[in-house]
């Protein structure tokens, strides 16, 4: 079975959202941005005029969709890179990456990236399910939030929505 990816030409948007560019110029970052939801939720972004910045934990995941969306977005309008949330540095290395390359301050965050479970449980040891859990843990729960963290860090006291 063929499994198709999601795209935001094929979901359908209220017409004066669809033609809206009010992200105009905002940065936004979309974590598991190399496919499925993370890639529409990108093209989304972009397509009301955000720039982005959009990670995955494999290179071939980040060029193809990056490729794919410069061709339409325009080569400065998105960028990425391959990130390892499970570090506990990932988020602050992560934004600095992703304002160097928009050349601006993230103002959007999308923490898209998450994992599952993949071992048989029952007949795994529990050393290996520790392992998993603390995986699991780093990066659907602490990453999530270190990168929130790091977003409200990086504004200045007293910013509000508008003024950036």
């Known amino acids: 079975m063929v499994r198709s990816e999601p795209s935001v030409k094929s979901m359908k948007f209220p017409e004066n959202l669809e033609k809206s560019k009010t992200l105009s110029g905002r940065a936004a970052l979309v974590t598991g941005g190399g496919r499925g939801i993370g890639a529409a939720v990108a ?22 969709t990056v490729d794919r969306l410069r061709a339409e977005y325009g080569e400065d309008a998105v960028h990425g890179s391959t990130c390892d949330l499970e570090s506990p540095t990932a988020p602050s290395e992560l934004f600095d990456s992703a304002e160097r390359s928009l050349g601006g301050k993230i103002r959007i ?36 939030l270190l990168l929130s963290h790091e977003l409200m860090r990086r504004f200045p006291p007293g910013e509000s929505e508008g003024k950036t």
Not at 58 to 63: L, N, W
Not at 112 to 119: C, K, R
């Open 43 to 64: 093209e989304a972004l972009l397509g009301r005029g955000a720039r982005v910045h959009l990670c995955a934990r494999t290179r071939s995941e980040v060029d193809s």
């Open 109 to 144: 965050l999308v923490n898209n990236a998450a994992i599952g479970y993949s071992f048989p449980f029952v007949s795994t040891s529990t050393e290996k399910v520790r392992e998993e859990w603390d995986r699991f843990q780093a990066i659907n729960v602490r990453a999530p």
